[in-house]
């Protein structure tokens, strides 16, 4: 069982930039893909990244929608998201995630433990 924590949030003007981050505890977070997802009211939840285990090789993918403009990067503490050149759309609110798999899919249903998300809203 894992635990995971989003903190970060706010609000950030375009262009700006904002850093996600998610602790993660539990017995065996070192072995898990992590990723991050967003999500606004009434659309289905989009992953935008994730990164595997130093033992899987460290793979990062990126979704289209924030690929150049979102890092993923992850320590022994947890995962983080480096959120650069933010847009409006971007607003949503933003998951972390503990699965098995790190595929340029980015699907949902591959991972197993959730934050309970921390809210980011793009505005001037």
């Known amino acids: 069982q894992l635990q995971l924590v989003e903190s970060g949030g706010g609000f950030v003007q375009p262009e700006g930039s904002l850093t996600l981050a998610c602790e993660v505890s539990?017995?065996?977070?070192?072995?898990?893909?992590l990723g991050w997802f967003r999500q606004v009211p009434g659309k289905e939840r989009e992953g935008l990244s994730c990164?595997?285990?130093?033992?899987?090789?460290?793979i990062r993918n990126y979704a289209d929608s924030v690929k150049g403009r979102f890092t993923i990067s992850r320590d022994n503490r947890g995962v983080y998201l480096q959120m650069n050149k933010v847009k409006p759309e971007d607003t949503a609110t933003y998951y972390c995630a503990a699965g098995g798999q790190c595929t340029q899919k980015l699907a949902r249903d591959d991972y197993v433990f959730w934050g309970q998300g921390t809210q980011v809203t793009v505005s001037s």
């Open positions: 990164v595997s285990s130093s033992a899987s090789g460290g």
């Open positions: 539990g017995n065996t977070e070192l072995y898990y893909t």
